[in-house]
């Protein structure tokens, strides 16, 4: 059975968020490996900076690749680097929810309080790609033909099987021509919209900066992900 995480506190906040914001951080280049080893290093940093919170238990993703099916736990906040280290072969996500208020930074500065959490991705498998964002369809590059598209879900991402071709001309799929029809209409290269690994931040508002103001928080980032791009996934379902 699903694990559903906390994100109320019934004394401060209502049972009903409504719809929330959601900004996605990913490498500038989709071809930049990334790897478990800085995945699990910036998962650190986190921690170090005071972001989350090493004294709270941790919710766990993994899909093993290809053709398993999603495994969801708690652990430890201790051991939860090392999981993001385990995940060869398999996409794995680790979460957590916390609240400024409480004392830990808020890297996009918002005043008002309200909940933040933080899910780090990571794809361990050359064959696959995380899309952050809800995709519908996929015109290829090489033909222009567009066909529906139906990435297998994972935690509130979806993954792209690169081992499939075009039904209409037998290409494989190219992230620097393919283009992705978003589900809300809009077009990008597949290359735009896809990444290996990802930082989600949801919280209850969009931010009002289109980057992340805090810089230290930014460059523990950098030092996984190289230099970064930022995605804007605006009146969604909470997690």
Known sequence: MPLHRERTDPIRTPDDLGLVHRRWV?????????????????????????????????????????????????????????????????????????????GFRDPYLVPGGGYRDYTLYVVGSPRHLLLPLAVSGLACGACGQERPLDPVPFAEASLLDLDTSCPACGAAPSTDSDRVRLKSGAIFLLGETAAR?????????????????????????QTAFGPTDELSDDGVEPS
């Open 26 to 102: 990913l490498p500038d280049d989709v071809h930049r490996e990334v790897g478990l080893a800085r995945a699990s290093g910036l998962w650190h940093a986190l921690f170090d900076l005071k972001v989350i919170d090493p004294s709270e238990e941790v919710f766990l993703y993994r899909l093993r690749l290809p053709g398993g099916s999603q495994e969801e736990s708690r652990l430890p906040a201790v051991a939860s680097a090392g999981a993001l280290l385990a995940g060869a072969s398999a996409a794995t996500a680790v979460s957590q929810v916390v609240y400024p208020e409480e």
């Open 197 to 221: 690994a990802a930082l989600a931040i949801e919280l209850p508002a969009n931010p009002p900066d289109e980057e992340m103001p805090d810089e230290e928080v930014a460059a523990a980032l």
